[in-house]
């Protein structure tokens, strides 16, 4: 029986465009989406800012170009999930070399179709850490994604979310210190109360901002060990190379999107979750779910996030 040859899938300013939600869609009259952004290179248009969104430079959708044409080939010999998975395993191993984290132990790489949905995600796992409920420790909203506070409580209102303001009513930076205290007195209050603390780390916020400061963190996981998850918002993805490998280091989880400073489509993003964090996740679903098999934890983990 001859095997049924695969559709041509979909052209690639198409594809870089699905499967995220409605900030990404480009209105058909003007060719751009809300951002301001369009899904093919187009230099002469102004972004709107950095921080934001900005269009796909052509470098990268020359790649994305490419790619499309090697799975469409790859799909003439090889069933779909194969061609599926092989593509994921050979991203991931493409940006954590990029990233330069060969001397770590290699941390899981789950993709997802923006930052604010890393946020979610990243939660979401924290949530199954605590048994008494889970505090989120993050910048005042100005300074971060616009969507991110309303991703962290999603699927489960009852997730207590504080803010700390980085700047005064006029604008002012406060001080670091005085930033840092207050985080401080946050999560030890809570932690207190028997919670489960997840910091959220920006670096950098919208205005060019590291709050708390990294001296912060460290004291703060000190402190509170296993009742405190971490995830860095390096989402403008200007982290360096060695402040993202000591973030791992420190079994920091760490949010990237390919958008805004590298020049990727909007929207395009992925969450590095440090070997020693992915052991202990997947722990936490088998106790959760005694008749699962270690496997099938695993078939879990990479249906749901990948």
């Given at each position: 029986m001859l095997r049924q040859l695969p559709l041509p899938i979909a052209a690639t300013e198409r594809l870089l465009v699905e499967g995220g939600d409605g900030r990404i869609a480009i209105d058909k009259v003007s060719g751009v989406n809300r951002y301001g952004c369009s899904a093919?290179?187009?230099?002469?248009?102004?972004?709107?800012?950095?921080?934001t969104a900005t269009t796909i430079s052509p470098a990268a959708y020359a790649a994305a170009d490419a790619?499309?044409?090697?799975?469409?080939?790859?799909?003439?010999?090889?069933?779909a999930e194969s061609v599926h998975t092989t593509q994921l395993q050979r991203l991931r191993a493409e940006l954590l070399s990029l990233c330069e984290l060969q001397a770590l132990p290699a941390p899981e790489v789950v993709f997802a179709a923006s930052g604010?949905?890393?946020?979610?995600?990243?939660t979401q796992l924290a949530v199954a850490a605590g048994t008494h409920?889970?505090?989120?420790?993050?910048?005042?909203q100005e300074e971060t994604g616009s969507g991110v506070y309303a991703s962290i409580t999603y699927a489960?209102?009852?997730?207590?979310?504080?803010?700390?303001?980085?700047?005064?009513?006029?604008?002012?930076?406060?001080?670091?210190?005085e930033i840092d205290a207050e985080f401080l007195n946050l999560a030890t209050s809570a932690h207190a109360l028997g919670k489960h603390v997840l910091l959220i780390q920006t670096d950098v916020s919208k205005t060019g901002m590291i709050a708390?400061?990294?001296?912060?963190?460290?004291?703060?996981?000190?402190?509170?060990?296993?009742?405190?998850?971490?995830?860095?918002?390096?989402?403008?993805?200007?982290?360096?190379p060695q402040t993202l490998r000591a973030c791992l280091a420190h079994g920091y989880n760490v949010a990237l999107t390919g958008?805004?400073?590298?020049?990727?489509?909007?929207?395009?993003?992925?969450?590095?979750?440090?070997a020693q964090n992915a052991a202990r996740i997947r722990e936490r679903y088998a106790r959760a779910t005694p008749p699962l098999t270690a496997t099938q934890a695993e078939d879990i983990w990479q249906a749901r996030y990948t």
């Amino acid at each position: 029986m001859l095997r049924q040859l695969p559709l041509p899938i979909a052209a690639t300013e198409r594809l870089l465009v699905e499967g995220g939600d409605g900030r990404i869609a480009i209105d058909k009259v003007s060719g751009v989406n809300r951002y301001g952004c369009s899904a093919t290179p187009y230099p002469e248009l102004l972004s709107y800012a950095s921080a934001t969104a900005t269009t796909i430079s052509p470098a990268a959708y020359a790649a994305a170009d490419a790619l499309r044409t090697q799975i469409q080939q790859a799909l003439l010999q090889h069933p779909a999930e194969s061609v599926h998975t092989t593509q994921l395993q050979r991203l991931r191993a493409e940006l954590l070399s990029l990233c330069e984290l060969q001397a770590l132990p290699a941390p899981e790489v789950v993709f997802a179709a923006s930052g604010t949905d890393l946020h979610h995600i990243a939660t979401q796992l924290a949530v199954a850490a605590g048994t008494h409920g889970l505090m989120v420790l993050m910048v005042d909203q100005e300074e971060t994604g616009s969507g991110v506070y309303a991703s962290i409580t999603y699927a489960d209102p009852e997730i207590e979310v504080v803010t700390v303001a980085l700047r005064e009513p006029d604008g002012t930076a406060r001080h670091a210190a005085e930033i840092d205290a207050e985080f401080l007195n946050l999560a030890t209050s809570a932690h207190a109360l028997g919670k489960h603390v997840l910091l959220i780390q920006t670096d950098v916020s919208k205005t060019g901002m590291i709050a708390p400061s990294y001296v912060c963190s460290a004291r703060m996981s000190q402190s509170l060990g296993n009742d405190l998850d971490v995830l860095i918002d390096a989402c403008q993805f200007r982290i360096s190379p060695q402040t993202l490998r000591a973030c791992l280091a420190h079994g920091y989880n760490v949010a990237l999107t390919g958008s805004k400073f590298v020049g990727g489509p909007s929207f395009s993003g992925a969450l590095l979750i440090p070997a020693q964090n992915a052991a202990r996740i997947r722990e936490r679903y088998a106790r959760a779910t005694p008749p699962l098999t270690a496997t099938q934890a695993e078939d879990i983990w990479q249906a749901r996030y990948t």
